[in-house]
């Protein structure tokens, strides 16, 4: 008995180490928008347990043992604190107190004829506590040595849907069959190729590219209005010495710069929980850019009389909630997108372009890296751009009549009416 005792402590402090992982809010809020089913329950008042009797702690040990026998592909949560609303957001009420998980695992493992994995997270949302009871998906089946409260020997209790019964004998034996076939299908299966979010157009796995690169063959001078004629600045502006290189700037960027999106599709049979993407490539030569990092027209002169809006740009604020996250890291580039949960069979774009170039002509091979929180090794989906380059050279007197010229046409297009 005393040998039992040490091993099962033993087993349950292992099982901490695994399983003793936050619950994050997104996951949290994608189950308070499910119904009850064979992975998700709701508790409105936490179990009897602590002083309680057989009879109470049953209900806890019962339906730990029904969702850790149930027939599903993914985690099971029961979620103490929450009052189910059905079909629609279940509403969080929160509780006052809380298992000792270790206490738990004790009580449940002593009492069934092989250990359950499962873990007791106290977690707080919405500035309520919840106590979340997470289940993974393991062997089977699982039942009780001996008699204990309301709950009979050798029985393997089943959630079916929204209840707990007792398992037929015939599906107790499709438990053990379906462990050794079912381990691959249990794991998602993402592909990824590039695309156009907006015509739903598929472009594969390979795509060419060619990159304008913009050639100005004279150093870059401070601008100043005497060196082009023009007037004194007005009371409340002043000259934009950086004008000459941020013109070169935008007009690179607009010539060498593609847009470049991905989409995501889940061709197996388990939804991809928190599915994201990282790329991660060193090349010389390549530019990568988000759409808000993006230069706006260069002025000549600053208006300190405009608002601040008018003059300042924050692409801080403007990537606050975007899943796609670019930076220089090195020598390198790495590029992260969040595409969260994938269902089984559906498909994810990123609706948001990744606006690349290339200064080379060059053939840039990268693996696109897929992790999921259901998935324990990442996927990898090879991708190639081709790149091909036109070379443009301009004098700065060039670049600035081609700005001039453009700034002229787009007012037009605003005020057609005007002469």
């Not at 806890?60 to 103490?80: E, P, S, V």
Request: some cysteine.
């Amino acid at each position: 008995m005393v040998k039992r005792a040490k091993a099962l402590k033993l087993f349950v402090k292992l099982l901490l180490r695994s399983l003793r992982k936050p619950v994050d809010s997104i996951t949290l809020e994608n189950l308070l928008n499910e119904n009850e089913s064979n992975y998700v329950d709701f508790k409105q008042a936490q179990y009897r347990f602590a002083g309680a009797s057989d009879e109470d702690k049953s209900e806890i040990l019962k339906d730990i043992l029904a969702f850790a026998n149930a027939w599903r592909r993914t985690d099971a949560y029961i979620l103490i604190g929450v009052k189910e609303v059905k079909g629609g957001r279940s509403q969080v009420i929160g509780i006052k107190d809380h298992f000792d998980d270790a206490t738990l695992q004790q009580f449940v493992n002593s009492k069934v004829q092989k250990p359950i994995q499962f873990s007791y997270i106290a977690f707080e949302f919405e500035e309520k506590q919840l106590g979340i009871i997470k289940i993974p998906v393991q062997e089977r089946p699982f039942y009780l040595k001996q008699k204990y409260g309301k709950l009979k020997p050798n029985a393997v209790y089943l959630r079916r849907g929204s209840s707990t019964d007792e398992a037929e004998p015939d599906e107790i034996a499709k438990m053990g069959i379906a462990l050794a076939s079912s381990t691959q299908s249990q794991l998602p299966k993402v592909d990824c190729e590039f695309a156009n979010p907006i015509t739903r157009k598929l472009y594969g796995k390979e795509i060419e590219i060619t990159s304008t690169v913009l050639i100005v063959n004279e150093s870059f001078q401070n601008f100043s209005p005497r060196q082009n004629n023009l007037s004194i600045a007005s009371i409340g502006s002043s000259p934009n010495r950086n004008f000459y290189r941020e013109l070169f700037q935008f007009y690179e960027y607009q010539s060498l710069l593609k847009k470049v999106s991905l989409r995501l599709i889940n061709i197996g049979n388990v939804t991809a929980f928190n599915a994201r993407v990282e790329i991660s490539i060193v090349e010389d030569d390549l530019l990568f850019v988000h759409k808000s990092d993006f230069p706006d027209h260069p002025q000549k002169y600053f208006n300190y009389l405009a608002s601040i809006n008018d003059r300042v740009s924050f692409p801080a604020i403007a990537k606050i909630g975007s899943r796609l996250s670019i930076e220089k890291n090195g020598a390198g580039w790495l590029i992260i997108i969040n595409f969260g949960n994938i269902q089984p069979k559906a498909e994810d774009w990123l609706e948001e372009p990744i606006f690349i170039g290339s200064r080379k002509p060059q053939d840039v091979r990268f693996d696109v890296i897929i992790y999921a929180d259901n998935a324990p090794n990442p996927l990898h989906v090879p991708l190639c751009i081709h790149f091909s380059t036109n070379d443009v050279v301009l004098t700065l007197q060039e670049l600035e009549a081609d700005h001039e010229k453009t700034l002229e046409q787009e007012y037009q297009e605003f005020y057609p009416d005007e002469e």
